[in-house]
């Protein structure tokens, strides 16, 4: 059974800090995906990472693939209030069913103002 | 172009009742996932369905529970004979092909058993 370690779980930060989240496995992922979920909502996607060492910006969220593909980073730069949420990871398996997604409990993130 | 229509948001069942959640697909979609998001737990995945095919049925309890994705209409998630520990927010993704596609989420719908 292939598993994520989300570290840490909670995090509350004040406005402007940067922050990193990670994401960890004993297992190899074709790809990692990130999302937020919001209270009351469904996981959004943010960016999806396929090769090992592969890093991706979405304005102040730097995303991180490791080189082994087994591990995720993302780091936020000057958080703001609106950067709230839950961040979830989520690897799509090798082979034949890679649809079935595993996620990770989250990163329960709080921006203070 | 509208996102993931899940139906209804909250409902509420009391023990034995029977559980229907609904989900609409993104237009163009044809693939469906469910996901059970229980308390202090990750996402979890149900089964994953193709129009009127169950592809994948692997992640969901063998007894009370059934999934379906007719030809018209929307896919089911139905629970018999609810208990308590089904209470958790179910989470239907869809996605226009199946391997190694991005699924797209709905907003889900949070069942609680009384």
């Known amino acids: 059974t292939q598993l994520l370690e989300q570290s840490p779980q909670f995090l509350s930060i004040q406005e402007g800090e940067n922050l990193t989240v990670y994401c960890n496995s004993s297992?190899?992922?074709?790809?990692l995906q990130w999302y937020r979920q919001e209270p009351g909502e469904g996981p959004v996607l943010l960016v999806t990472v396929v090769t090992g060492g592969e890093v991706k910006k979405l304005k102040r969220l730097t995303f991180q693939f490791g080189d082994a593909r087994k591990d995720s980073s993302l780091h936020i730069t000057a958080a703001q209030p609106g950067d709230t949420g839950l961040y979830l990871c989520a690897g799509e398996a090798s082979g034949g069913s890679n649809y079935k997604l595993t996620f990770g409990k989250g990163t329960l993130l709080t921006v203070n103002p | 172009n509208a996102g993931v229509m899940q139906n209804p948001r909250h409902l509420v069942r009391r023990r034995g009742q029977e559980a229907r959640l609904r989900c609409s697909p993104m237009?163009?979609?044809?693939?469906v996932y469910w996901y059970r998001q229980l308390p202090e737990e990750g996402l979890k995945f149900m089964v994953y369905?193709?129009?009127?095919?169950?592809?994948?049925e692997s992640g969901m309890p063998k007894e009370r529970f059934s999934a379906e994705f007719p030809k018209e209409g929307p896919s089911i998630l139905r629970i018999q004979q609810v208990v308590r520990g089904d209470s958790a927010a179910y989470f239907c993704a869809s996605s226009p092909e199946g391997l190694g596609v991005e699924q797209f989420f709905g907003p889900g719908t949070r069942l609680t058993v009384l």
């Open positions: 237009k163009g979609h044809s693939h």
């Open positions: 369905l193709q129009k009127e095919n169950i592809i994948d």
């Open positions: 297992s190899v992922f074709s790809s």
